[in-house]
């Protein structure tokens, strides 16, 4: 949070459930930002799981899980 371009960080555990939120972050989408990372984790399963880019026109998500935590970091584009 203490970049210029952060807006919101968000924690979540391996089901989900949200451990921690900061900035303009919404607590609701833990579930949707674990769903992503489990998703895209399954395209090459042999590997350490993936950093995940999420970009809009003005705006970024990174997205990365390790086997207990998930963590989302959401930026404004410069």
Known sequence: ???NDVTGC???DK???CLAVAGK???D???IVTAI???VAKLEPSSTPPIVLLEADNRKCLIQQSPTLTA???KKTL
């Open 15 to 17: 089901h989900g459930l």
């Open 25 to 27: 972050a919404r607590p």
């Open 72 to 74: 989302a970091i959401f």
């Open 1 to 3: 949070m203490k970049e």
């Open 29 to 31: 989408c833990t579930g």
């Open 10 to 12: 968000l924690l979540a």
């Open 37 to 39: 990372a489990k998703q």
